[in-house]
């Protein structure tokens, strides 16, 4: 798992490139527990690259999902594909949390 990221003044932009699973998400969870996070209005998930996702992972999202929200941070992830999206709809995820296709949406919301 590689996680590359940018950021402007307002939107922090994590891009996820390989698999997300019990060793990879504690190195998403670092960067996801950092203070600095929160003091950004958006969090974007560009999940373009992300191949596979696993309880683990899925986990690390969750566990921050009410941090982000009680700090008015949206979390919002995009360019989804289709096999990880089944994971999130499967288990009930995408009605809790943002899902876009694509980049542009995400930034919009």
Known sequence: MKITQHSSATTL???LDGELDASSSVLLDTELAKPETLQFQKVLIDCQKLNYISSAGLGVFISHLQQFQDAGVKLVFFNMQ???HNVFEILGLDALMTIV???AEATAI
Do not use: A
């Open 13 to 15: 932009t994590l891009s």
């Open 82 to 84: 289709e096999k990880v």
């Open 101 to 103: 296709p694509s980049e």
